[in-house]
Nanobody, 119 residues
Framework: QVQLVESGGGLVQAGDSLRLSCAAS????????MGWFRQAPGKEREIVTH????????SYADSVKGRFAISRDNAKNTVYLQMNSLKPEDTAVYYC????????????WGQGTQVTVSS
């Protein structure tokens, strides 16, 4: 019902910046929250940040506060993750996900985009 496509990942050096994009299509009117998750090799998936689709309220993991910023463009059905001062520990596959109105779980997921930060 909602399709998500991430883009913008790549290989960068510590201290560099990247901006990830997540384009949503389908029943985008049903979106409640949009969020970014990441999963490093051998680690469990963790939530990085999320944003309210309608109100714009945000929340961040402590590990990225002050460095990452989530934003959305409702007209383009797109959310962004601006990542600054990247560290090697930020290396992971980054996934976009959404919750639907009336639901309590992350219902739909993108395919992921690789972010690699070298020392």
């Amino acid at each position: 019902q909602v399709q998500l496509v991430e883009s913008g990942g790549g290989l960068v050096q510590a201290g560099d910046s990247l901006r990830l994009s997540c384009a949503a299509s389908g029943r985008t009117f049903s979106i409640n929250l949009m969020g970014w998750f990441r999963q490093a090799p051998g680690k469990e998936r963790e939530i990085v940040t999320h944003i309210s689709w309608s109100g714009g309220g945000t929340s961040y993991a402590d590990s990225v506060k002050g460095r990452f910023a989530i934003s959305r463009d409702n007209a383009k059905n797109t959310v962004y993750l601006q990542m600054n001062s990247l560290k090697p520990e930020d290396t992971a596959v980054y996934y976009c996900a959404v919750t639907s109105k009336g639901q309590l779980r992350w219902d739909y997921w993108g395919q992921g985009t690789q972010v690699t930060v070298s020392s």
